[in-house]
């Protein structure tokens, strides 16, 4: 359940239980255990409610316990396949898999971000960087909220989140590098995509 919830989707029990083939009652018990854990959130809609992740942060706690327990194959949508997971999806709303963590990569090398306990700290010639790119920030680029430290289930290694990351995948779909796959956390990308992505380096050097 929890693994389509972090689809960024917002799904009513009946469709969860049909996903996870439990009775409706047993969902329901799973579903008021998520959200009394603070994991989840409903929304009421008329008549009908919807759970949905509760906030990044629960998705990120998610998403490091789907590091050392990977959530079922089952969960993945029909026809996607692994490879595709793997190479470019979100995770809530910042980029995961192999290019988050290429990226990841080059900006620690560069200089642009270097890590500190859980968080990235932006550094001066990083902050200019990506305001270069048209990225705003908060007055504090230290502020812990900025760039998280996320465990990357198929790479085993950090990506960036929060601010900083939902920022740089916002930046890569209005440059038409990756397209949102429906119903799906897996990111199309494009021909123009690719090229950016092997360019990364050399872009980010121009600004």
Known sequence: MVAA???????????????????PQATRFHLRKLEDSSLIRVRVCGRHRYYEIATP?????????????????CTLPVGLSVSAFAEARTCYNHLAGHWATTITDTLIRRGMIAPVDDIFDITLDGYCIFQGMGLVFPNNRKNKL??????????????????????????????????????????????????????????????
């Open 146 to 207: 900025l760039a998280k430290r996320c465990i990357d289930v198929t790479e085993r290694k950090d990506h960036i989140g929060g601010y900083l990351g939902a920022c740089l995948l916002d930046w890569m779909v209005r440059k038409e590098w990756f397209y949102h796959k429906k119903s799906s956390r897996v990111l199309e990308i494009t021909d123009t995509g690719r090229q950016g992505l092997h360019r990364f380096d050399e872009i980010t050097t121009a600004l």
């Open 57 to 73: 942060e629960a998705a990120e706690l998610i998403e490091r316990i789907f590091g050392i327990l990977p959530p079922p194959r």
């Open 5 to 23: 919830l972090m689809h960024q989707q917002c799904l009513p029990a009946s469709s969860l239980a049909r996903l996870v083939q439990m009775s």
